[in-house]
């Protein structure tokens, strides 16, 4: 894996652990919160980090082509409906090879109040979606990460490892 591209890499977390595993990887984060951006490029200087919205990030940003993997965990449950065909695309257009998705699933698109807010948490079958819209994609692999892992506890979240033929 040479190249990554992570679309709201919040203090980058997941670049870290990618960095540690393909040393010497190219990495972009696209992150709009300055404060988190600047995290990125104090832990990981060799990092291009992009600091605006993802609805203003374009492909071409890229420079040196479409990346090996782009990543996108936590963020598309935060997406408005309305916006996710947009992000679909740039998280396509990002890659040559693989998309990994980290979110909430939830067969049937759903709202779940979040922090007392309402309309600010959507669970869906983000990657059926992808599946739907680009034919050329395959399942490669998925996942489940269970809060109670003793070893590695998170928030309940399905993972889905996608692949362009």
Known sequence: MNSVIEFGSNIGLNLRALDLLYPGQEQVAVEINQVAANKINDALPNTRVLNLA???????????????????????????????????????????????????????????????????L???????EMLDIYPDLRLVNYGF?????????????????????
Request: glycine share 6%; hydrophobic share 35%.
């Open 122 to 128: 959507f669970r869906r079958d983000f990657a059926g």
């Open 145 to 165: 990460a269970y809060h109670r892992d003793p070893s590695f506890p998170q928030d309940d979240l399905t993972w889905f490892l996608l692949e362009k033929s």
């Open 54 to 120: 993802i609805s203003d990030f374009e492909p071409g940003m890229l420079g040196s082509g479409p990346c090996d993997l782009a990543l996108i965990k936590g963020v598309l449950i935060h997406i408005n409906p309305d916006q996710l065909k947009m992000v679909y695309k740039k998280l396509y257009e990002s890659t040559e090879k693989f998309i990994l998705i980290c979110e909430y699933y939830n067969p049937k698109p759903d709202t779940v109040s979040y922090r007392g807010h309402a309309d600010k």
